[in-house]
Nanobody
Framework: QVQLVESGGGLVQPGGSLRLSCAAS????????MGWYRQAPGKQRELVAT???????NYADSVKGRFTISRDNAKNTVYLQMNSLKPEDTAVYYC?????????WGQGTQVTVSS
C-alpha cells in the first residue's frame, strides 16, 4: 500500500513564501514521477509542477519563475518551494505519485494567500 503524506501548507501574506513537502511510503518503483496539483474553490484540479525520478521537470506557466520543485529520491520525498505568492495561488495542494500504470494522490494541504 502506497501512502503520501503532505505537510507545509498554511496562511501567508501576498509576496510571501511557503515550502510544501510530500513523503511517499510503501512499495515505490525506482522510475516514477512526483509532483503537485492544486484545486481552488469552484475550479478544476490543475497541474502545478512535476519532476521525474530522472530529473525532468514540468511547470504550469502561472508558477514559472516563482515555484521550484525538487525531490530526494532516497527519501521518496518531493518538495515545492513557493515564492512571491499571490492570492490566486490560494488552493488545496495535492501531492501526486505516478508509477505506471498506477497513480496516487495525497490528502491535500491548504494554502491560503491573503493579507
Amino acid at each position: 500500500q502506497v501512502q503520501l503524506v503532505e505537510s507545509g501548507g498554511g496562511l501567508v501574506q501576498p509576496g510571501g513564501s511557503l515550502r510544501l513537502s510530500c513523503a511517499a511510503s510503501g512499495s515505490i518503483f525506482s522510475i516514477n514521477t512526483m509532483g503537485w496539483y492544486r484545486q481552488a474553490p469552484g475550479k478544476q484540479r490543475e497541474l502545478v509542477a512535476t519532476k521525474t525520478s530522472t530529473g525532468s521537470t514540468n511547470y504550469a506557466d502561472s508558477v514559472k519563475g516563482r515555484f521550484t520543485i525538487s525531490r530526494d529520491n532516497a527519501k521518496n520525498t518531493v518538495y515545492l518551494q513557493m515564492n512571491s505568492l499571490k492570492p490566486e495561488d490560494t488552493a488545496v495542494y495535492y501531492c501526486r505519485l505516478i508509477m505506471i500504470p498506477y497513480g496516487y494522490w495525497g490528502q491535500g494541504t491548504q494554502v491560503t494567500v491573503s493579507s
